[in-house]
T-cell receptor, first 115, second 113 residues
Framework: EAGVAQSPRYKIIEKRQSVAFWCNPI?????LYWYQQILGQGPKLLIQ????????DSQLPKDRFSAERLKGVDSTLKIQPAKLEDSAVYLC?????????????FGPGTRLTVT | QQPVQSPQAVILREGEDAVINCSSS?????VHWYRQKHGEAPVFLMI?????EQKGHEKISASFNEKKQQSSLYLTASQLSYSGTYFC??????????????FGQGTRLTINP
């Protein structure tokens, strides 16, 4: 079974530039998550999709971050414009959902450095 | 609100035991445990659900005290491969059938030969 795919793996941009990350979840997984992990901290949920609908985006800085999951499969997270404090690893995860609690499968992440 | 993990770091010799604790100020439906090695993605270890159900690896054991809103992960006869940072993720609610997790700050475990 193929795992969660993410690209790119690394990205270096200057502040005020824009960047986009892509995620392809495990086939058949209805729920997709985007997390931000700052060095030395636990993952912080940015947005959660159930199929192609947003379940929770309460911690997404909506003035600069946006995300979409067209057709309920792969997803894109965008930052525009980027700030220095956005430097982090962006993790995508997916899980099967049917009303219970299920393990999340994480992708390798995208390490973003904003200079 | 973010759960609190303790200790923040622990160093063991191979074969020794360790306990990692996770405490929340909110009522919990579930507690998830993940291990992350440096530069890699978090890997699922175990889920503990309200009511006593558990799902996870056979060699990993954990407890979930619903009344105290606490969970502990038990690593016995530690191996070098157990090294990494352990995160608990607490799930206070289920939204539209999906579990939202809030992760702790992590516990760094180092196993020396």
């Amino acid at each position: 079974e193929a795992g969660v795919a993410q690209s790119p793996r690394y990205k270096i941009i200057e502040k005020r530039q824009s960047v986009a990350f892509w995620c392809n979840p495990i086939s058949g997984h209805a729920t997709l998550y985007w997390y931000q992990q700052i060095l030395g901290q636990g993952p912080k949920l940015l947005i959660q999709f159930q199929n192609n609908g947003v379940v929770d985006d309460s911690q997404l800085p909506k003035d600069r971050f946006s995300a979409e999951r067209l057709k309920g499969v792969d997803s894109t997270l965008k930052i525009q414009p980027a700030k220095l404090e956005d430097s982090a690893v962006y993790l995508c995860a997916s899980s099967i959902t049917s009303g219970g609690a299920y393990e999340q499968y994480f992708g390798p992440g995208t390490r973003l450095t904003v200079t | 609100q973010q759960p609190v993990q303790s200790p923040q770091a622990v160093i063991l010799r191979e074969g020794e035991d360790a306990v990692i604790n996770c405490s929340s100020s909110k009522a919990l439906y579930s507690v998830h445990w993940y291990r992350q090695k440096h530069g890699e993605a978090p890997v699922f270890l175990m889920i503990l659900l309200k009511g006593g159900e558990q799902k996870g690896h056979e060699k990993i054991s954990a407890s979930f005290n619903e009344k105290k809103q606490q969970s502990s992960l038990y690593l016995t006869a530690s191996q070098l491969s157990y090294s990494g940072t352990y995160f608990c993720g607490t799930g206070p609610q289920i939204i539209q059938g999906a579990q939202k997790l809030v992760f702790g700050q992590g516990t760094r475990l180092t196993i020396n030969p």
